[in-house]
């Protein structure tokens, strides 16, 4: 898993609730990445950030929101307008030297959510 | 946009074989590849990259070899053994980074 923890492992949500999952490095890496990964899909990119206090987002957001306070840290928060945040949610990161897409993404252990 | 498609969902060998997975990729300006192992309930774990300067690359028993002509990716894995069981797919970089969904690698004893 190469430095990138998340946690928790399994987290449970109930109808109307937010809940935040977290991702740490220790790779000194500037960009990092959240990613959703549901059966028979390829990853699909929610938000990324290449820098402190900025973050874009991806291709599925609706639903999700991110902070970037500390380089170390990229908290993703499933708020209640996700009406199916049932999956399994990847964090990555990168060195972040060249442009996000041109430079290898390592991952973390993932966590699963499920609904209750 | 990009796309990633792959030829086989599944793949079982044998023990000792070599295995080979491919990948296709619609957009010809796309100048990174990545191939990644992921096993089941885990995150996934880089294995190998090429740039699109290059058509073939090699590690520890993998090798990734680019067909730029044909958009066509694929990795080999000489001698597999039964650890190399996973989930194994690529990711294709140009303007975003896109993944294909993946082939189920068994190998069988």
């Known amino acids: 898993d190469g430095g990138i923890t998340q946690s928790p492992k399994y987290l449970f949500r109930k109808e109307g609730q937010n809940v935040t999952l977290s991702c740490e490095q220790n790779?000194?890496?500037?960009?990092m990445y959240w990613y959703r990964q549901d059966p028979g899909q390829g990853l699909r990119l929610i938000y990324y950030?290449?820098?402190?206090?900025?973050?874009q987002k991806g291709d599925i957001a609706e639903g999700y929101s991110v902070s970037r306070e500390k380089k170390e840290s990229f908290p993703l928060t499933v708020t209640s307008a996700q009406k199916n945040p049932t999956a399994f949610y990847l964090c990555?990161?990168?060195?972040?030297?060249?442009?996000?897409?041109?430079?290898?993404?390592?991952f973390g252990p993932g966590t699963r959510l499920l609904v209750l | 946009g990009e796309s990633v498609g792959l030829h086989l969902p599944t793949l079982s060998v044998q023990e000792g074989d070599n295995s080979i997975i491919n990948c296709a990729y619609s957009?010809?300006?796309?100048?990174?590849f990545i191939w990644y192992k992921q096993e089941s309930g885990k995150g996934p774990q880089f294995i190998i990259d090429?740039?699109?300067?290059?058509d073939k690359r090699q590690g520890q028993r993998v090798t990734v070899l680019l067909n730029k002509t044909v958009k066509h990716l694929s990795l080999q894995i000489a001698a597999t053994q039964p650890g190399d069981s996973a989930v194994y797919f690529c990711?294709?970089?140009?303007?975003?980074?896109?993944f294909g969904k993946g082939t189920k690698l068994t190998v069988n004893p």
């Open positions: 990555a990161s990168s060195i972040g030297q060249g442009g996000p897409w041109e430079e290898t993404q390592y």
């Open positions: 790779l000194n890496h500037d960009a």
């Open positions: 950030s290449q820098i402190v206090n900025d973050f």
């Open positions: 957009n010809s300006a796309s100048d990174y």
């Open positions: 090429i740039r699109s300067n290059m």
């Open positions: 990711a294709v970089g140009s303007e975003k980074l896109v």
